[in-house]
């Protein structure tokens, strides 16, 4: 099945379906439309999205009362829930905060490969590998198409554009303001993908927005548990 992708250049026919399409801005406000750069990565399904596991940061285990009792646990739980999760097959999104790296990015390429990472938003904590040094896609932001849903993803909530009134998937406030900024915002539209509210594990697009298609217009689920309670009781 071909998968028809419109994009301000113009429409290409694509030959696996659905398809990911990210629409890159050149590291700067969010502008109109023809100020975007379209970037079309062609990876097939499953795809899944995650942001801020921390690894190697040892104060956000006090910070976000995660339930590991050393770095080195949690480091091994992180990539062992990664792997429990998701196949070599999968494309993974990851919004930033991939290890406690503010120096020279060695942390942030080191696990994102051993995560098989495919396009890094750069966190706040991963300041220190530079886009051009990186063996792997990194932007400020993107935006992803899925299924009749339309995301734009960042690491910080702040930086999605007032301009955008559908959609955000975001991370970086981890489990530390629940109420604001819960897994699921569906009043504000808004996506928490911490990786504490994930229970430490990625989440598959297709799994998220067959969620929002059973959310009523003011569902708030805090975290993924609740959202399973949810759409148990919701079949």
Same mark, same amino acid.
């Given at each position: 099945?071909?998968?028809?992708?419109?994009?301000?250049?113009?429409?290409? +026919?694509?030959?696996?379906?659905? &398809? /990911?399409?990210?629409?890159? %801005? =050149?590291? $700067?406000?969010? *502008?109109?439309?023809?100020? !975007?750069?379209?970037?079309?990565?062609?990876?097939?399904?499953?795809?899944?999205?995650?942001?801020?596991?921390?690894?190697?940061?040892?104060?956000?285990?006090?910070?976000?009362?995660?339930?590991?009792?050393?770095?080195?646990?949690?480091?091994?739980?992180?990539?062992?829930?990664?792997?429990?999760?998701?196949?070599?097959?999968?494309?993974?999104?990851?919004?930033?905060?991939?290890?406690?790296?503010?120096?020279?990015?060695?942390?942030?390429?080191?696990?994102? +490969?051993?995560?098989?990472?495919? &396009? /890094?938003?750069?966190?706040? %904590? =991963?300041? $220190?590998?530079? *886009?051009?040094?990186?063996? !792997?896609?990194?932007?400020?932001?993107?935006?992803?198409?899925?299924?009749?849903?339309?995301?734009?993803?960042?690491?910080?909530?702040?930086?999605?554009?007032?301009?955008?009134?559908?959609?955000?998937?975001?991370?970086?406030?981890?489990?530390?303001?629940?109420?604001?900024?819960?897994?699921?915002?569906?009043?504000?539209?808004?996506?928490?993908?911490?990786?504490?509210?994930?229970?430490?594990?990625?989440?598959?697009?297709?799994?998220?927005?067959?969620?929002?298609?059973?959310?009523?217009?003011?569902?708030?689920?805090?975290?993924?548990?609740?959202?399973?309670?949810?759409?148990?009781?919701?079949?």
């Amino acid at each position: 099945m071909l998968s028809r992708l419109k994009s301000w250049e113009g429409d290409h +026919q694509l030959s696996y379906d659905p &398809v /990911l399409v990210c629409f890159i %801005h =050149d590291r $700067g406000e969010y *502008p109109d439309p023809q100020y !975007f750069i379209k970037k079309t990565i062609t990876y097939c399904m499953p795809r899944y999205i995650i942001s801020d596991h921390h690894f190697g940061h040892a104060n956000i285990i006090k910070y976000c009362d995660r339930p590991f009792t050393s770095v080195g646990e949690m480091n091994n739980i992180l990539i062992d829930r990664y792997y429990e999760t998701i196949g070599d097959d999968a494309t993974l999104i990851h919004l930033g905060d991939v290890a406690m790296d503010m120096q020279n990015g060695e942390k942030t390429i080191k696990y994102f +490969q051993q995560l098989g990472g495919d &396009v /890094l938003i750069q966190g706040n %904590h =991963d300041v $220190g590998l530079k *886009p051009e040094e990186a063996p !792997f896609p990194i932007f400020n932001s993107c935006v992803i198409e899925h299924n009749e849903y339309t995301f734009y993803c960042t690491h910080r909530p702040e930086d999605i554009p007032d301009e955008w009134n559908t959609w955000a998937i975001h991370g970086h406030i981890h489990n530390n303001n629940t109420d604001e900024y819960p897994f699921v915002a569906y009043d504000k539209q808004r996506v928490n993908v911490s990786s504490e509210l994930l229970d430490y594990r990625p989440i598959a697009l297709e799994t998220l927005t067959k969620l929002l298609d059973i959310c009523p217009p003011n569902m708030r689920l805090r975290d993924r548990d609740e959202a399973r309670e949810f759409a148990s009781s919701s079949i």
